[in-house]
Nanobody, 122 residues
Framework: QVQLVESGGGVVQAGGSLRLSCAVSGRTVENYAMAWFRQAPGKEREYVAAINWSGSNTYYADSVKGRFTISRDNYKNILYLHGSSLKPEDTAVYYC???????????????WGQGTQVTVDS
């Protein structure tokens, strides 16, 4: 089993920045591709970014490209999401996920965290 725990959410002013963390336990994080998804009230879960097991390849949704950065520290077993130039439409619960390969499809990820709320005030 793999356990994922997100942290770092909160209220941020529009134009500000944040850093989310996802601590992985149970198995070493380097065995998995990982990703961030988000879900706003009344909307479907939305892909944000993904990273391969080594961190050499990263992928982003068009809505966050150039503003968000996904990274990982396999020694510390932590996944990160840095966001800048935040917009009110970035408001959502952010989830980290782990799976066999990178994908924009949430059904391809086997393990999920409980989520952390990010609210961007205009």
């Amino acid at each position: 089993q793999v356990q994922l725990v997100e942290s770092g959410g909160g209220v941020v002013q529009a134009g500000g920045s944040l850093r989310l963390s996802c601590a992985v336990s149970g198995r070493t994080v380097e065995n998995y591709a990982m990703a961030w998804f988000r879900q706003a009230p009344g909307k479907e879960r939305e892909y944000v970014a993904a990273i391969n097991w080594s961190g050499s390849n990263t992928y982003y949704a068009d809505s966050v490209k150039g503003r968000f950065t996904i990274s990982r520290d396999n020694y510390k077993n932590i996944l990160y999401l840095h966001g800048s130039s935040l917009k009110p439409e970035d408001t959502a619960v952010y989830y980290c996920a782990a799976g066999i390969r990178t994908s924009y499809d949430h059904t391809h990820y086997e393990y999920w965290g409980q989520g952390t709320q990010v609210t961007v005030d205009s």
